[in-house]
């Protein structure tokens, strides 16, 4: 190859590279769960926020949208490129930071707020996590990993020590909140106890006249705690940086919609999921004084902290900070 032609193909490398980059910003790609702690994701769908705050920061973003189950199948989609952001629990997250430390540097964007778990039965012998025995069946998002079996480890650390934290996992199975919440409510069925989330819990209790609250997981983390994260790897926020603002800005904004207008967000929720969840029940979730709006995340270092020491992270957290990306948008978190 001539010398002329050498150059001119490197230049023309370099200009498909910098297309290719600058393509890559406007387009982000969301994977969430079931149930109203996505919320503000419904919010900022419904509103259009991430599109309007991608505007202001002089481009367009296609936002595309992805439902799945679980946070390990959360992170396989993540690490295989399929999706940008994904959203789960405080316990897998953990993990995939603690999985991917040194290479894709996958960390936490920001909170979807603060919402208690209650982990719910029908079985009117259990009235603590105690009362279970080998006829209990609990179904929860992802068996063993998922945030819901992290909270239950850690309560029965705390009830039998460390050394017992997996001890009820062989009762626990893997099913979808909305699959595990018609069992509950149904009754008669294997699986008699949901650790869940809204509004599957609230329906739960409010449908099942047996139905009780075995555990709220603010008890066991000690108080108001984020309970489902967003997070991204390292290359993503940085060769998005514009991309992300917007994403993060229509966070923000779509968390103080939820905290000013109640009623609004009931309805977006409505709108965005489809969900045949009774209007009244779902404002008084979102009204619950124990459920707060914030991005900034809160109280997670302790199930850190606690995955630390009985060995599921290999990685000890000096501080919630090692594992949030640094951004303004999530000022004082913990």
Do not use: C
């Amino acid at each position: 190859m001539s010398k002329l032609k050498f150059i001119a193909a490197a230049i023309a490398a370099a200009t498909l590279g910098l297309s290719a980059q600058a393509q890559a910003e406007g387009r982000i790609r969301i994977a969430e769960q079931f149930g109203v702690t996505y919320l503000l994701l419904n919010i900022a769908q419904d509103q259009k926020l991430i599109e309007k705050h991608g505007k202001q920061q002089g481009i367009d973003i296609v936002v595309e949208r992805t439902q799945l189950s679980g946070g390990p199948a959360i992170n396989d989609a993540l690490l295989s490129g399929n999706i940008d952001i994904a959203s789960a629990g405080v316990g897998p997250l953990l993990t995939i930071w603690d999985r991917t430390s040194g290479k894709q540097n996958v960390k936490g964007v920001a909170s979807l707020g603060n919402f208690p778990y209650y982990l719910v039965s029908n079985n009117p012998k259990v009235k603590t996590i105690a009362d279970f025995t080998e006829k209990d069946r609990i179904g929860l998002p992802a068996a063993g990993v998922s945030v819901q079996s992290r909270i239950l480890q850690m309560a029965v650390a705390k009830q039998w020590g460390d050394k017992e934290f997996s001890r009820l996992d062989k009762l626990t199975q893997t099913l979808p909140h909305p699959d595990a919440a018609a069992a509950v409510i149904a009754g008669g069925t294997e699986i008699n106890a949901h650790f869940g989330n809204s509004p599957y819990q609230e329906q739960e209790l409010a449908q099942n006249p047996n139905a009780r609250i075995v555990l709220n997981s603010y008890d066991v983390l000690g108080g108001p705690s984020s309970s489902t994260v967003l997070y991204a790897t390292e290359k993503y926020r940085n060769e998005n940086p514009k991309t992300y603002r917007a994403f993060t800005a229509a966070l923000a904004e779509a968390a103080q919609f939820a905290t000013a207008n109640p009623e609004g967000a009931a309805d977006a929720y409505l709108r965005v999921s489809k969900s045949k969840v009774d209007r009244a029940l779902l404002l008084k979730i979102i009204k619950n004084p124990q459920v707060q709006f914030k991005v900034a995340p809160q109280n997670t270092y302790g199930l850190a902290q606690f995955l630390h020491r009985v060995g599921v992270l290999k990685n000890q957290p000096a501080s919630w900070r090692v594992y949030f990306f640094d951004d303004p948008a999530i000022g004082q978190g913990g």
